[in-house]
Nanobody, 125 residues
Framework: QVQLVESGGGSVQVGDRLNLSCIAS????????MGWYRQAPGQLRELVAT???????TYGDSVKGRAAIFRDNTKKSLYLTLAPLELGDTAVYSC???????????????????WGQGTQVTVSS
């Protein structure tokens, strides 16, 4: 009953800037932690960045100094900027959130670890 949809992926080049967006939909009244994760072929999913509802940010080691995460609580959205891009940034990037919403039967419901479908980012030289 809630959904996250990412956008902004595609084919980019080394040194470029990547801008990703994630929009939450549903009868949502609160979102706690939100984050970006990525998974490259044959590798485990790794943290890119997270941000709490209060704005505290955490970054994965591989993107520190190159990434910026921010959220717009009024728009129930999450954004990621990553620059300069490296070949190792190639991965499927997914949005994740801890969401509180009102279900169709009127009950307040918490759904942890809501995932978007992911967006492919391919970095080439």
């Amino acid at each position: 009953q809630v959904q996250l949809v990412e956008s902004g992926g595609g084919s980019v080049q080394v040194g470029d800037r990547l801008n990703l967006s994630c929009i939450a939909s549903g009868n949502i009244y609160r979102i706690d932690d939100m984050g970006w994760y990525r998974q490259a072929p044959g590798q485990l999913r790794e943290l890119v960045a997270t941000v709490t509802s209060g704005g505290r940010e955490t970054y994965g080691d591989s993107v520190k100094g190159r990434a910026a995460i921010f959220r717009d609580n009024t728009k129930k959205s999450l954004y990621l900027t990553l620059a300069p891009l490296e070949l190792g940034d190639t991965a499927v990037y997914s949005c994740n959130a801890d969401i509180f919403y009102r279900s169709s039967n009127g009950r307040d419901t918490r759904q942890r670890n809501v995932w978007g479908q992911g967006t492919q980012v391919t970095v080439s030289s």
